[in-house]
């Protein structure tokens, strides 16, 4: 979809996701940790869920005696978690040195073994992360959705690729495509600024689109959360 301009910080509810992406603060006697690489403003406060209100059954009329009870109906089985593929322990992160900046991104899978990939976007810190067996192999700075259209939090397998798309909605170019609902939210190369937001996808730089389009396949696992961290060693779970 295409880049828009975007003012003021992004309000997005929480989908009770715990996944990757925030980004690695790095000292020179301390050993890599996952915390916030890109900045971004903390989330309008929602209000508060309003409590029912308890009924008195003093106060309930009780002039007819009470019905015969039906057979409890079985209780439903519980429902089981959407988890990330199973084993995604956070082994490495690549030295950003820092927060990364609109446009740049970093790359390296040298000496990576072969494993699941799993994508994280963090929509708070601006940032997507590339996994392959718990090995960070790729991150950078991303744009997203704006406040009229937001991008959906959650747990999306890849459904489509296509290097050469053009959005039907919008007749604006998405290289290297990869889709994540029915309704056309991507993540794919776009222009990246500050002050850019999408229609809804995921905009990461060409260049980077490319090396992503490359290394994922049709299933693989994409996590989108707003806030959420993870330090090395930690196993990725999301329901």
């Known amino acids: 979809m295409a880049a828009i301009a975007r003012s003021g910080a992004q309000a997005i509810l929480l989908l ?29 406060p929602r209000p508060a869920r309003p409590v029912p209100i308890a009924v008195d059954p003093a106060k309930l009329a009780s002039a007819a005696p009470a019905p015969t009870p039906l057979p409890a109906a079985p209780a439903p089985a519980p429902a089981q978690p959407r988890t990330a593929p199973a084993g995604t322990v956070i082994r490495r992160v690549l030295d950003t040195h820092g927060a990364i900046r609109f446009g740049d991104w970093f790359w390296d899978e040298a000496g990576v073994p072969a ?30 959705g704006d ?26 170019p998405m290289p290297y495509m990869l ?22 996808c995921i905009g990461v730089p060409v260049a980077f689109a490319k090396k992503l389009f490359g290394a ?8 989108v959360t707003r806030g959420e961290t993870l330090d090395l060693g930690g196993q990725v779970k999301a329901i």
């Open 16 to 44: 009770g996701v715990v996944a990757i992406g925030a980004r690695l603060a790095t000292a020179p006697t301390a050993a890599p940790t996952l915390a916030t690489r890109a900045a971004a403003a903390s989330p309008t």
């Open 115 to 144: 494993g699941p990939i799993l994508i994280t976007v963090d929509t708070k810190a601006s940032v997507l992360s590339i996994f392959r067996g718990g090995y960070e192999i790729g991150t950078t700075a991303v744009i997203y």
């Open 147 to 172: 406040d009229g259209m937001p991008t959906p939090l959650g747990v999306f397998p890849i459904t489509q690729k296509d290097a050469h798309h053009v959005s039907n909605l919008y007749h604006a």
């Open 179 to 200: 889709r994540l609902t029915n309704d056309g939210v991507s993540i794919h190369g776009s222009p990246i600024a500050a002050d850019y937001a999408t229609h809804g």
């Open 216 to 223: 994922t396949k049709l299933g693989d696992w994409v996590i």
